[in-house]
Nanobody
């Protein structure tokens, strides 16, 4: 069982920055892939960025170069640094986890563990 707690959402102007945190508990953190998804009103939940258990990072095209995902093993946390925010980044952001490495990082059904979500609102 992996428990996830997100924090760091809020309201920011376009061009600004926010950092989201996802703290994981009750599992060997180094064995867990943690991924950020987001869901805008009326839209499906979409992949944002992944921090695989095996290392490396993956991003969806619309955030590449603006968002940075990082992992702090000592704190059992994954962060999503979001810079140059745009109004289209407005969504509820969720972190999700799975043990090991999923077959496809961008499919929600690959992740059995989810956080409660944190709202990010970017005003234009």
């Amino acid at each position: 069982q992996v428990q996830l707690v997100e924090s760091g959402g809020g309201l920011v102007q376009a061009g600004g920055s926010l950092r989201l945190s996802c703290e994981a508990s009750r599992y060997t953190f180094s064995s867990v892939t943690i991924t950020w998804f987001r869901q805008a009103p009326g839209k499906d939940r979409e992949f944002v960025a992944a921090s695989p258990a095996t290392g490396g990072t993956f991003y969806t095209g619309s955030v590449r170069g603006r968002f940075t995902i990082s992992r702090d093993i000592a704190k059992s946390a994954v962060y999503l640094q979001m810079d140059s925010l745009k109004s289209e980044d407005t969504a509820v952001y969720f972190c999700a986890a799975t043990i090991g490495t999923p077959k496809s990082y961008d499919l929600t059904h690959q992740y059995p563990y989810w956080g409660q979500g944190t709202q990010v609102t970017v005003s234009s």
